[in-house]
């Protein structure tokens, strides 16, 4: 298998079309992905991130703190603040309550604190929990990442009018698998009146708030639709894995990945040309799932991502270079509403 793996990548190296990374857009992905398949278009677009003036030398630096990361563990000033994922309380042992960023931030000797958002709230909920917890926190510099949901959460806190003042004390925003822009995962499940009707009833007798379903569905005209604003000095680092659907780790995010690969390259929940549009750096992680699956791999990403931001120099986030034209089984409280939607 790996070394299937290993011919579909040196084919995509080899690829003469779309030779720089801005080239390959969501429409031409999609393109890409009618002509050859989602698991050549993945693996294309995988080969020219790492390849990119933008992120190549970032990518190399976090393989080699990887490879070689600090023996040390040090007594830390800075605050690891973790922004969870929707139904963390209810399935935190899917990784929704960001244990393995908490594990890394304590073999690092990190400080940590688990954001309080509702576990199904709507964003302007949650927003508002992020900007009063910032506010309590101002004194202190932090770090925070964010998880699936929870990036919209802090996408939407920083269009607020009090943004800036709140996000001065935050050293670096971590985005891990965000649904920045939506998922059409949610649109899927929302899709159909039987399945509406069924997410509806399952978030009615959990005592869940649907709107919040409905509010990450991409859309136009949705609290999603504008383009992300960072403060000047917000630096903005995205992980986000790449697999092809033989890596997804149940048949279920296999059947996730098949619906939203009529539309492109996806990690089971997001668009993946979605993400390399967004501003800052991206770390791509081969083979993981939309949840960073599996685990141990994760946890040295986050430990060595940790790393880099202490020890620096981070730049600002910006837009594309000018050069460059849960556990593995566990089943996350969203897909539960999925598959009721199935049944």
């Not at 399935?91 to 958002?117: N, Q």
């Not at 995962?185 to 005592?207: D, E, I, N, S």
């Not at 800052?280 to 990403?301: C, E, F, Q």
Request: with cysteine; proline share 7%.
């Amino acid at each position: 298998m790996l070394e299937e793996e290993n011919r579909l990548l040196a084919r995509a190296r080899a690829f003469s079309e779309f030779p720089a990374l801005p080239h390959l857009t969501l429409e031409q992905c999609g393109e890409l992905t009618r002509r050859y398949g989602v698991d050549f278009a993945t693996a294309l677009l995988y080969d020219r991130v790492k390849g990119s003036l933008r992120h190549a030398s970032f990518i190399e630096q976090i393989d080699q703190l990887q490879q070689h990361p600090s023996q040390n563990k040090t007594a830390h000033q800075t605050m690891i603040g973790i922004v969870p994922a929707s139904f963390y309380k209810e399935k935190p042992h899917s990784g929704a309550d960001g244990r393995v960023i908490a594990a890394a931030a304590t073999a690092m000797g990190f400080p940590y604190e688990l954001i309080p958002l509702q576990s199904t709230g709507t964003l302007a909920e949650n927003s508002r929990i992020l900007l009063d917890w910032l506010a309590r926190h101002r004194s202190r510099q932090t770090i925070v990442v964010s998880l699936c949901k929870g990036s919209a959460d802090v996408k939407v806190a920083l269009s607020a009018p009090e943004a800036d003042s709140r996000f001065e004390s935050v050293l670096a925003w971590i985005n891990i698998c965000g649904t920045l822009s939506g998922s059409p995962f949610a649109q899927w499940l929302l899709a159909t009146r039987p399945g509406f009707f069924a997410a509806w009833l399952f978030c009615k007798c959990g005592g869940h708030n649907f709107r919040f379903l409905q509010e990450i569905v991409p859309s136009a005209f949705g609290s999603l639709s504008s383009p992300l604003r960072l403060p000047p000095r917000l630096p903005l680092i995205n992980i986000v894995g790449f697999p092809l659907r033989r890596h997804l780790s149940n048949s279920f995010m296999r059947r996730c990945h098949k619906f939203i690969s009529r539309q492109g390259p996806n990690d089971g929940g997001v668009l993946l040309a979605d993400v390399c549009q967004l501003p800052g750096l991206l770390y791509p992680v081969w083979g993981a799932d939309h949840y960073l699956r599996p685990d141990a791999r994760a946890g040295r990403i986050i430990r060595a991502v940790l790393e880099y931001v202490m020890n620096g120099p981070l730049q600002p986030a910006t837009a594309h270079s000018p050069e460059e034209l849960c556990s593995a089984t566990e089943t996350p409280g969203i897909d539960q509403i999925a598959r009721t939607s199935l049944a």
